[in-house]
């Protein structure tokens, strides 16, 4: 195994812009690498070898040229398949896009190209980012480097799976519900939810349009700040994108203090039932950290985040079953019973029964439900309402400090196949990580441990508010720090089943 | 008492335009029964005083300037369809028999 594999983001975009190595030979040693591993995680979907060579050629020929390289200029970057992408195939994971190649790319995708970041190739996800555990992909299960019989958690778990087994230091990801912060808690890697609007959604392929957020992820902090920065800012393309600068998230990650910071340690997500053991250690542990590292730190309640879990599954099935009424199999993707005998709206009907799989088709039916006439006021209203309450007990709260702490998940990685019929078991894995998407603030998971139960990661949650996304980069780096400081290096030496 | 029956679930598929089979609404109907009577505890807190929230953040109106922009040609926007006919979608017959 090449020991590029083993640099960080930062040293790698180092090293090519110093041309210490070319940016074909960081990429060809974690092509060698996604060859070695992905028999056995099953991280992507499609592997773009030759692409992303031609890419890397193309960093090395601007710098021959006397260019000046950006920070990540000729590092490898797996992009999650919800992303379009005009030079590779674009599926959500689903069986009714099996094929897609979309006539553009997402912006998100432009300014990784832009960057300089070489897309290896597009990585595997739950049907349309719903789920938490990859198991809903149509194609197959991803499995987790600590331990294959474990998920990767999910929605992006593709993404946290390849980077947490060495194959790409950095990994795109969406988070409409946790689907960054809790695949990279369970895989023990660096995941960040964006505030909402910092990050475009267009060529985002669609499931909650008022929740979902690109963000990235890597195995370090300061590698997720500089990739967060690549592809983050304001869209004219993306109508609810934030006009203002980026929050300055790589200078907090250098900068790696908390003396003097206010922590709120949120009460009802350390005193519910369903927390495993070794979590909440890790979890207590981490917060004893941050005190002796000169944080102040508070007990805050936050009474409505009760209702954050019913909310969101009355919110995000009802956007979804709008946003995917546009797979009715005329313009593109599957078409089924098309036999000249039967209607467009028989053939639609077909169409999405064969090409949904069972998840996407309980969130439309339960999204269809919520919306309906008679239903309305008593369910999405009344969730539409628990929003407010959410942004209020933020609003609340940061009033009284400059970051909130929770664990990411109440549990480690779970077992392949434990939730995957058990739909609202599978969804409790998002209990800590929703409030942020109904506020629409910013959060991050970064590694706090092992819990001693089952030697699985742990995450801890940072929660600032919105816009304040370079809090959650500051207090994460300064964990990080006094973590690797304890550990003698990173909790993630080396994907420990590979 | 179940918060939602079978007949209703099927009522929900035909409306979500999903053609599921007997087992599937079978199965359907259990689950999404367990999901509604749990996810209904919202409006133990909706109170009237509380004004919904449709979006994270405030939001008026977004505009851009009115300026001709490239588009996607014939050819691209048609590349991936189904079925194609003279230049065009084409699509199975969108009226009933009755019609």
Known sequence: MSELIRKTAAELGRMVASGEVSAVEVTQAHLDRIAEVEPKIDAFLHVAAEAALEQARAVDERRAKGERLGPLAGVPVAHKDIFTTVDMPTTAASKILEGWRPPYDATVTRRLREAGLVIVGKTNLDEFAMGSSTENSAYKPTRNPWDLTRVPGGSSGGSAAAVAAYAVPLATGTDTGGSIRQPAAVTGIVGTKPTYGGSSRYGLIAFASSLDTPGPFARNVLDAALLHEAFSGHDPLDSTSINAPVPPVVEAARQADVSGMRVGVIKEFVEGEGYQRGVLRRFTEAVELLESLGAKTIEISCPSFAYALPAYYLIAPSECSSNLARFDAMRYGLRVGDDGTRSAEEVMALTRAAGFGPEVKRRIMLGTYALSSGYYDAYYGSAQKVRTLIARDFEAAFQQVDVLVSPTTPTTAFKLGERVDDPMAMYLADLCTIPSNLAGNAAISVPCGLAEEDNLPVGLQIIAPVLGDDRCYRVGAAVEKALEDRWGGPLLKEAPSL | ?99
């Open chain 2, 1 to 99: 008492m179940s918060a939602i029956t079978r007949d209703e679930v099927a009522h929900l598929a035909r409306l979500s335009r999903l053609a599921l089979t007997d087992e599937e609404l079978d199965h359907f109907a259990g689950q999404l029964d367990q999901i509604i009577a749990a996810v209904a505890r919202v409006a133990e807190v909706a109170t009237d005083d509380i004004p919904p929230s449709s979006h994270a953040l405030p939001l008026t109106n977004v505009f851009r300037p009115d300026e001709v922009r490239p588009g996607l040609t014939p050819q691209q926007a048609l590349d991936q369809a189904p079925a194609v006919e003279d230049d065009r979608f084409r699509v199975p017959r969108i009226l009933g028999e009755e019609a």
